[in-house]
Protein backbone atom coordinates (compact mmCIF):
# COMPACT_ATOMS: atom_id res chain seq x y z
CA UNK A 1 0.00 0.00 0.00
CA UNK A 2 1.66 3.32 -0.74
CA UNK A 3 2.03 6.15 1.51
CA UNK A 4 0.14 8.94 1.47
CA UNK A 5 2.27 12.58 0.98
CA UNK A 6 1.03 12.83 4.75
CA UNK A 7 3.31 10.09 5.38
CA UNK A 8 5.81 10.95 3.55
CA UNK A 9 6.40 14.00 5.19
CA UNK A 10 6.45 12.42 8.44
CA UNK A 11 8.55 9.68 7.74
CA UNK A 12 11.29 13.02 6.62
CA UNK A 13 10.31 14.78 9.95
CA UNK A 14 11.44 11.30 11.63
CA UNK A 15 14.74 11.10 9.93
CA UNK A 16 16.21 15.07 9.93
CA UNK A 17 14.58 16.91 12.51
CA UNK A 18 16.09 17.19 16.27
CA UNK A 19 15.60 13.90 19.21
CA UNK A 20 14.37 17.41 21.19
CA UNK A 21 11.77 18.28 17.91
CA UNK A 22 7.83 17.50 18.47
CA UNK A 23 7.29 15.25 15.84
CA UNK A 24 3.70 15.64 13.63
CA UNK A 25 3.32 11.93 14.05
CA UNK A 26 3.35 12.01 17.65
CA UNK A 27 0.68 14.92 18.33
CA UNK A 28 -1.68 14.30 21.45
CA UNK A 29 -4.78 14.91 18.90
CA UNK A 30 -7.29 17.09 18.74
CA UNK A 31 -9.92 17.81 21.31
CA UNK A 32 -12.47 16.37 18.63
CA UNK A 33 -11.58 13.46 16.40
CA UNK A 34 -11.47 13.48 12.63
CA UNK A 35 -9.86 11.93 9.85
CA UNK A 36 -6.09 13.21 8.81
CA UNK A 37 -5.24 15.16 6.35
CA UNK A 38 -3.75 12.68 3.39
CA UNK A 39 -1.61 15.80 2.32
CA UNK A 40 -0.54 17.98 5.61
CA UNK A 41 0.87 16.74 8.43
CA UNK A 42 -1.09 17.66 11.90
CA UNK A 43 0.77 20.83 12.56
CA UNK A 44 0.87 22.07 9.10
CA UNK A 45 -2.78 21.87 8.69
CA UNK A 46 -3.11 23.65 11.82
CA UNK A 47 -1.18 26.68 10.74
CA UNK A 48 -3.10 26.79 7.72
CA UNK A 49 -6.14 26.79 9.13
CA UNK A 50 -5.12 30.33 11.56
CA UNK A 51 -3.74 32.01 8.36
CA UNK A 52 -7.53 31.47 7.12
CA UNK A 53 -9.41 32.07 9.71
CA UNK A 54 -11.47 35.40 10.43
CA UNK A 55 -9.72 36.55 13.51
CA UNK A 56 -6.39 36.51 12.03
CA UNK A 57 -7.16 38.30 9.13
CA UNK A 58 -8.45 41.34 12.10
CA UNK A 59 -4.86 41.62 13.52
CA UNK A 60 -3.91 44.00 10.38
CA UNK A 61 -6.58 46.50 12.09
CA UNK A 62 -5.44 45.94 15.78
CA UNK A 63 -2.90 48.31 17.49
CA UNK A 64 0.35 46.99 18.54
CA UNK A 65 1.85 50.00 20.22
CA UNK A 66 1.30 53.27 18.62
CA UNK A 67 -3.02 54.00 18.50
CA UNK A 68 -4.11 55.22 14.63
CA UNK A 69 -0.48 55.85 13.70
CA UNK A 70 -0.53 59.13 10.67
CA UNK A 71 2.19 57.14 9.35
CA UNK A 72 2.39 53.68 6.93
CA UNK A 73 4.93 51.90 8.86
CA UNK A 74 4.12 51.09 12.78
CA UNK A 75 3.47 47.97 13.42
CA UNK A 76 0.01 46.40 13.94
CA UNK A 77 -1.11 43.27 15.55
CA UNK A 78 -0.69 41.77 12.71
CA UNK A 79 3.17 42.79 11.70
CA UNK A 80 4.40 41.97 14.58
CA UNK A 81 2.41 38.24 14.35
CA UNK A 82 4.71 37.54 11.18
CA UNK A 83 7.81 38.80 12.79
CA UNK A 84 7.47 36.66 15.88
CA UNK A 85 7.08 34.04 13.61
CA UNK A 86 10.03 34.77 11.01
CA UNK A 87 12.29 35.15 14.55
CA UNK A 88 10.64 31.40 15.48
CA UNK A 89 11.41 29.67 12.98
CA UNK A 90 14.78 31.07 12.00
CA UNK A 91 15.63 29.68 15.78
CA UNK A 92 13.96 26.68 15.27
CA UNK A 93 15.31 25.90 12.02
CA UNK A 94 18.73 26.09 13.30
CA UNK A 95 18.08 23.81 16.04
CA UNK A 96 16.27 21.39 13.64
CA UNK A 97 13.10 21.81 15.28
CA UNK A 98 9.48 21.44 13.66
CA UNK A 99 9.20 24.85 11.58
CA UNK A 100 5.10 23.98 11.28
CA UNK A 101 4.21 23.88 14.70
CA UNK A 102 6.47 26.97 15.58
CA UNK A 103 4.76 28.69 12.77
CA UNK A 104 1.49 27.32 14.02
CA UNK A 105 2.18 28.72 17.41
CA UNK A 106 3.39 31.91 16.18
CA UNK A 107 0.29 33.22 14.09
CA UNK A 108 -1.99 31.99 16.50
CA UNK A 109 0.10 33.54 19.77
CA UNK A 110 -2.20 36.91 19.50
CA UNK A 111 -5.53 36.19 17.96
CA UNK A 112 -7.37 36.92 20.99
CA UNK A 113 -6.07 40.16 21.35
CA UNK A 114 -7.84 43.00 22.15
CA UNK A 115 -8.38 46.26 19.75
CA UNK A 116 -6.26 49.46 21.29
CA UNK A 117 -3.36 46.87 22.34
CA UNK A 118 -2.47 46.24 26.04
CA UNK A 119 -4.52 49.09 26.89
CA UNK A 120 -7.86 47.49 25.35
CA UNK A 121 -6.39 44.18 27.32
CA UNK A 122 -6.28 46.48 30.73
CA UNK A 123 -9.63 47.53 30.31
CA UNK A 124 -11.01 44.05 29.29
CA UNK A 125 -9.36 43.26 32.59
CA UNK A 126 -11.02 45.51 34.87
CA UNK A 127 -14.40 45.44 33.90
CA UNK A 128 -15.03 41.59 32.89
CA UNK A 129 -15.84 39.45 36.02
CA UNK A 130 -13.23 37.32 36.34
CA UNK A 131 -10.69 39.60 34.49
CA UNK A 132 -9.23 38.86 31.13
CA UNK A 133 -5.40 37.93 29.63
CA UNK A 134 -5.27 37.64 25.96
CA UNK A 135 -3.76 34.51 25.86
CA UNK A 136 -5.99 32.88 27.56
CA UNK A 137 -8.73 34.82 25.11
CA UNK A 138 -6.63 33.41 21.82
CA UNK A 139 -7.37 29.86 23.05
CA UNK A 140 -11.13 30.40 23.48
CA UNK A 141 -11.25 32.34 20.12
CA UNK A 142 -9.33 29.24 18.25
CA UNK A 143 -11.32 26.52 20.27
CA UNK A 144 -14.90 28.18 20.73
CA UNK A 145 -15.15 31.26 18.67
CA UNK A 146 -14.10 30.50 15.03
CA UNK A 147 -16.25 28.97 12.88
CA UNK A 148 -19.44 30.32 14.04
CA UNK A 149 -18.62 28.09 17.72
CA UNK A 150 -17.43 24.94 16.20
CA UNK A 151 -13.62 26.67 16.66
CA UNK A 152 -10.21 25.37 14.82
CA UNK A 153 -10.26 22.25 16.60
CA UNK A 154 -6.21 22.27 16.50
CA UNK A 155 -3.45 20.05 17.79
CA UNK A 156 -2.85 20.45 21.84
CA UNK A 157 1.10 21.43 21.12
CA UNK A 158 -0.40 24.22 19.43
CA UNK A 159 -3.07 25.13 21.72
CA UNK A 160 -0.67 24.77 24.82
CA UNK A 161 2.09 27.08 22.67
CA UNK A 162 -0.81 29.77 22.61
CA UNK A 163 -1.87 29.61 26.23
CA UNK A 164 1.49 29.57 27.57
CA UNK A 165 3.13 32.44 25.43
CA UNK A 166 2.33 35.29 27.40
CA UNK A 167 4.82 36.76 29.72
CA UNK A 168 4.41 40.51 30.13
CA UNK A 169 7.34 41.54 32.43
CA UNK A 170 8.14 37.70 33.09
CA UNK A 171 11.45 35.80 33.08
CA UNK A 172 13.42 36.03 29.33
CA UNK A 173 13.59 31.92 29.34
CA UNK A 174 10.20 30.62 31.46
CA UNK A 175 11.29 27.98 34.11
CA UNK A 176 7.84 27.92 36.02
CA UNK A 177 6.65 24.62 35.06
CA UNK A 178 2.72 25.99 35.28
CA UNK A 179 3.43 29.05 32.70
CA UNK A 180 6.15 26.80 30.19
CA UNK A 181 4.93 25.48 27.40
CA UNK A 182 5.66 21.56 27.08
CA UNK A 183 7.27 21.66 23.59
CA UNK A 184 10.67 23.09 22.80
CA UNK A 185 8.92 24.89 19.66
CA UNK A 186 6.11 26.06 22.37
CA UNK A 187 9.26 28.10 24.34
CA UNK A 188 11.34 29.31 21.17
CA UNK A 189 7.66 31.14 20.17
CA UNK A 190 7.66 33.18 23.62
CA UNK A 191 11.13 34.34 23.42
CA UNK A 192 10.83 35.15 19.88
CA UNK A 193 8.29 37.33 20.66
CA UNK A 194 10.03 39.07 23.07
CA UNK A 195 12.76 39.78 20.66
CA UNK A 196 10.53 41.10 18.11
CA UNK A 197 8.65 43.31 20.52
CA UNK A 198 11.23 44.79 22.18
CA UNK A 199 13.27 45.62 18.88
CA UNK A 200 10.42 46.71 16.98
CA UNK A 201 8.37 48.91 19.38
CA UNK A 202 11.94 50.54 19.95
CA UNK A 203 11.56 51.19 16.11
CA UNK A 204 8.61 52.66 15.81
CA UNK A 205 9.21 54.95 19.10
CA UNK A 206 11.93 56.41 16.88
CA UNK A 207 9.61 56.71 14.37
CA UNK A 208 6.89 58.62 16.12
CA UNK A 209 9.67 60.71 17.84
CA UNK A 210 8.61 59.48 21.56
CA UNK A 211 12.75 58.05 21.74
CA UNK A 212 16.21 58.82 20.31
CA UNK A 213 19.20 56.69 19.14
CA UNK A 214 20.90 58.15 22.06
CA UNK A 215 17.85 57.63 24.57
CA UNK A 216 18.72 53.90 23.95
CA UNK A 217 20.96 52.40 26.96
CA UNK A 218 24.67 52.60 26.01
CA UNK A 219 25.36 49.16 27.39
CA UNK A 220 22.31 47.40 25.25
CA UNK A 221 23.79 49.19 22.23
CA UNK A 222 27.21 48.11 23.06
CA UNK A 223 26.17 44.37 23.55
CA UNK A 224 23.18 43.95 21.42
CA UNK A 225 24.27 46.63 18.32
CA UNK A 226 23.24 49.75 17.03
CA UNK A 227 20.50 49.09 14.71
CA UNK A 228 17.08 47.11 14.55
CA UNK A 229 18.62 44.20 12.59
CA UNK A 230 21.93 44.03 14.10
CA UNK A 231 19.88 43.91 18.02
CA UNK A 232 17.77 40.55 16.39
CA UNK A 233 20.81 38.90 14.75
CA UNK A 234 23.02 39.22 17.92
CA UNK A 235 20.09 37.41 20.14
CA UNK A 236 19.14 35.11 17.43
CA UNK A 237 22.64 34.19 17.07
CA UNK A 238 23.36 33.46 20.66
CA UNK A 239 20.33 31.73 21.70
CA UNK A 240 20.75 29.15 18.55
CA UNK A 241 24.47 29.10 19.62
CA UNK A 242 24.26 28.53 23.31
CA UNK A 243 21.79 26.36 23.05
CA UNK A 244 23.48 23.98 20.92
CA UNK A 245 26.20 24.02 22.80
CA UNK A 246 24.29 22.66 25.82
CA UNK A 247 22.54 19.90 23.74
CA UNK A 248 20.24 19.15 26.42
CA UNK A 249 16.55 19.74 25.58
CA UNK A 250 16.31 23.29 26.83
CA UNK A 251 16.59 26.97 25.29
CA UNK A 252 19.50 29.19 26.98
CA UNK A 253 21.19 32.45 26.09
CA UNK A 254 24.51 33.43 27.52
CA UNK A 255 24.29 35.86 30.56
CA UNK A 256 25.59 39.19 29.21
CA UNK A 257 22.78 38.74 26.59
CA UNK A 258 20.35 38.16 28.98
CA UNK A 259 20.74 40.52 31.05
CA UNK A 260 20.72 43.29 28.06
CA UNK A 261 17.29 41.97 27.13
CA UNK A 262 16.15 42.76 30.52
CA UNK A 263 17.68 46.17 30.27
CA UNK A 264 16.28 46.74 27.08
CA UNK A 265 12.89 45.24 27.70
CA UNK A 266 12.79 47.72 31.06
CA UNK A 267 13.51 50.60 28.91
CA UNK A 268 10.71 49.77 26.92
CA UNK A 269 8.32 50.30 29.49
CA UNK A 270 9.51 52.72 31.76
CA UNK A 271 9.98 55.44 28.26
CA UNK A 272 7.38 53.91 25.96
CA UNK A 273 4.75 51.93 27.44
CA UNK A 274 4.01 54.23 30.58
CA UNK A 275 4.88 57.21 28.07
CA UNK A 276 2.08 59.83 28.78
CA UNK A 277 2.28 61.05 25.22
CA UNK A 278 1.88 57.49 23.87
CA UNK A 279 -1.12 56.70 26.66
CA UNK A 280 -2.75 59.64 25.96
CA UNK A 281 -5.50 58.50 23.01
CA UNK A 282 -5.71 55.32 25.31
CA UNK A 283 -7.46 57.03 27.88
CA UNK A 284 -10.47 57.37 25.20
CA UNK A 285 -10.01 53.97 24.01
CA UNK A 286 -10.98 52.84 27.42
CA UNK A 287 -13.50 54.57 27.89
CA UNK A 288 -15.10 53.37 24.18
CA UNK A 289 -14.74 50.16 25.40
CA UNK A 290 -16.06 50.44 28.95
CA UNK A 291 -19.29 52.35 27.65
CA UNK A 292 -19.59 49.88 24.96
CA UNK A 293 -19.63 46.70 27.66
CA UNK A 294 -22.09 48.68 29.64
CA UNK A 295 -24.30 49.19 26.84
CA UNK A 296 -24.70 45.61 25.66
CA UNK A 297 -24.79 44.77 29.39
CA UNK A 298 -28.71 47.21 29.15
CA UNK A 299 -29.47 46.27 25.81
CA UNK A 300 -29.58 42.28 25.14
CA UNK A 301 -31.92 42.49 21.68
CA UNK A 302 -29.02 45.56 19.94
CA UNK A 303 -26.37 42.89 21.02
CA UNK A 304 -27.94 39.69 19.73
CA UNK A 305 -28.47 41.45 16.74
CA UNK A 306 -24.35 42.70 16.02
CA UNK A 307 -22.99 39.74 16.55
CA UNK A 308 -25.87 38.18 14.24
CA UNK A 309 -27.14 35.57 16.81
CA UNK A 310 -30.57 34.11 18.65
CA UNK A 311 -29.43 34.04 21.98
CA UNK A 312 -26.46 33.63 24.07
CA UNK A 313 -23.99 31.13 24.36
CA UNK A 314 -22.45 32.01 27.18
CA UNK A 315 -22.88 34.65 30.45
CA UNK A 316 -23.49 37.67 28.79
CA UNK A 317 -20.48 39.33 30.20
CA UNK A 318 -18.33 36.66 28.30
CA UNK A 319 -20.22 37.29 25.40
CA UNK A 320 -20.16 40.66 25.54
CA UNK A 321 -16.29 40.03 26.24
CA UNK A 322 -15.76 38.20 23.21
CA UNK A 323 -17.65 40.84 20.85
CA UNK A 324 -15.14 43.42 22.37
CA UNK A 325 -11.88 41.55 21.96
CA UNK A 326 -12.72 40.62 18.24
CA UNK A 327 -13.02 43.92 17.02
CA UNK A 328 -10.56 46.20 15.07
CA UNK A 329 -9.89 49.56 16.83
CA UNK A 330 -11.78 50.82 13.42
CA UNK A 331 -14.72 48.93 14.14
CA UNK A 332 -14.91 49.99 17.62
CA UNK A 333 -14.20 53.92 16.69
CA UNK A 334 -17.01 53.31 14.18
CA UNK A 335 -19.71 51.70 16.27
CA UNK A 336 -19.47 53.52 19.56
CA UNK A 337 -20.14 56.41 17.11
CA UNK A 338 -22.73 55.01 15.88
CA UNK A 339 -24.71 54.13 19.27
CA UNK A 340 -23.26 57.12 20.95
CA UNK A 341 -23.27 59.94 18.63
CA UNK A 342 -25.85 61.95 16.46
CA UNK A 343 -26.51 61.21 13.21
CA UNK A 344 -26.22 63.29 9.88
CA UNK A 345 -29.65 63.58 8.40
CA UNK A 346 -30.45 61.86 5.21
CA UNK A 347 -31.48 64.09 2.57
CA UNK A 348 -32.61 62.51 -0.25
Not at 320 to 338: H, P, S, V
Request: negative net charge; proline residues 3%; aromatic residues 8%.
Amino acid sequence: MHKTIREALEERERLILSPFATLSSMTRGRQRFEEECPLRPAFQHDRDRIIHCKSFRRLKHKTQVFLAPAGDHYRTRLTHTLEVSQIARTISKALRLNEELTEAISLGHDIGHTPFGHAGEDTLNTIIPGGFNHAEQSLRVVDLLERDGQGLNLTYEVRDGISRHSKGRGEILCEDPEGKATTLEGQVVRIADIIAYINHDIDDAMRGGVISQRDIPVRCLHVLGETHSKRINTMVSDIVTETLRQDDGKLYVTGEIHSAMIELRDFLWERIYENEMVRADFHKAAKILTELFHYFMEHREPFLFFIEKESLYDSPERCICDFLAGMTDRYAFNLYEKIFLPQPWKIV
